[in-house]
């Protein structure tokens, strides 16, 4: 069976999380080589078509097409004719460059670019079929973008939140936190409501509905495609899903979000603070990405301006979590909140939200 070589892209941090996700779809762990950044994959073309069906941490996946040294600008371009462009982008179609040098001799990104393009034969606009090129230590890869817009953007979010949560990310914490849908979730600082929505999707079997890059090459399998989306996975969604925040626009647009998602009556959204909040009466999973200083707009979190009142708010967290036996997974910038739950917390992974670095962890 043929085999594409690929590149998923992942946040840094959730590669291990993104790792498990591919295996998932049957690719033997063998081939399966993650790393900063990212991971190294050989699937055959129905497992790429699943992955943007199915997986929820990965951003974008690249095609690789072509690899070889380049130290001149002729080795270069032969090593762009060698690759069957006409595979996925039409003769005349606009491409989107990327290009990337490291401590190479071809080191100028601007020049790259146009030798690429001038064996390329096409126009380079924002929004075509995305070429990549990247140049390390005189190494070249292309690849072409098999998903075109990235990954996170699952369509169902309308409204802009103060400090929205990246859907990988709250996919990775779902995952991280080994809720399996057979028991309460709750978000109680859900916000537009991600975490909820990402955690009722994946536990009711819905994928991904979305234009991809692949479905307009010239080489995709229109079969293989219709197989792919006609797979489907059981419906595990058997206990309540609860988004919850005290602000009455973040519950609002949380509604919305949960309509869009075509999760109505999966999710029930709450407008309340924590205190005044309904969980249900047997243990379930918090999964939370509370407030913290530098998220928000706040000084310096636990020890700036407003820290008391975090330090409480965790506090509070840590109580309903530890009187309910509730498992709690929290994405936070600082220890000191993190101590204020009076939980035990073990990490889980480490990455980076809106460029704060920031750690998962769980308790109980």
Do not use: K
Not at 50 to 73: E, F, K, N, Y
Not at 137 to 162: C, I, K, P, Q
Not at 187 to 193: E, L, V
């Amino acid at each position: 069976m043929a085999r594409t070589s690929l590149f998923v892209v992942v946040a840094p941090g959730l590669e291990a999380l993104a790792a498990a996700e591919l295996a998932e779809l049957g690719i033997p762990t063998g081939r399966i080589r993650p790393r900063h950044g990212g991971i190294d994959v050989e699937a055959t073309t129905r497992q790429l078509y699943a992955m943007h069906r199915w997986s929820r941490i990965p951003s974008r996946v690249l095609v690789r097409v072509g690899t070889g040294t380049a130290r001149r600008w002729g080795e270069l371009q032969d090593l762009v004719r060698s690759v069957d462009w006409t595979a996925y982008v039409p003769p005349g179609a606009a491409v989107e460059l990327h290009v990337a040098s490291h401590g190479s001799v071809l080191y100028h990104q601007g020049a790259i670019a146009e030798r690429v393009l001038a064996v390329l034969d096409r126009p380079d606009a924002r929004g075509g079929q995305g070429v990549h090129v990247r140049v390390d230590r005189d190494r070249v890869v292309l690849s072409v973008d098999a998903s075109g817009e990235l990954l996170h953007r699952r369509g169902w979010r309308s409204t802009a939140h103060r400090a929205p949560l990246r859907t990988t990310l709250a996919a990775a914490m779902v995952r991280a936190s080994g809720w399996d849908g057979a028991t309460p979730l709750v978000d109680p600082m859900a916000g537009s409501g991600t975490i909820a929505i990402e955690a009722a999707a994946w536990a009711a079997g819905l994928p991904h509905d979305r234009d991809v890059a692949f479905l307009h090459w010239p080489s995709f399998e229109p079969g293989t495609w219709a197989s792919v989306r006609g797979e489907r996975r059981p419906d595990r969604l058997l206990a309540p899903v609860i988004a919850a925040d005290r602000d009455a626009g973040a519950a609002d647009a949380c509604a919305d979000h949960v309509r869009a998602a075509g999760l109505d009556g999966r999710v029930t959204v709450q407008h309340a603070p924590l205190s005044a909040q309904t969980w249900p009466g047997e243990p379930g999973t918090v999964v939370v990405n509370p407030p913290y200083g530098h998220r928000v707009g706040g000084a310096g979190g636990a020890g700036g301006a407003g820290g008391r009142d975090l330090r409480d708010l965790y506090a509070a967290l840590g109580r309903r979590v530890r009187d309910g036996g509730h498992r709690l997974v929290l994405l936070t910038d600082d220890r000191r909140l993190e101590a204020a739950t009076g939980l035990d917390l073990v990490e889980a992974f480490r990455t980076s939200n809106g460029g704060i670095d920031v750690r998962c962890t769980i308790a109980g």
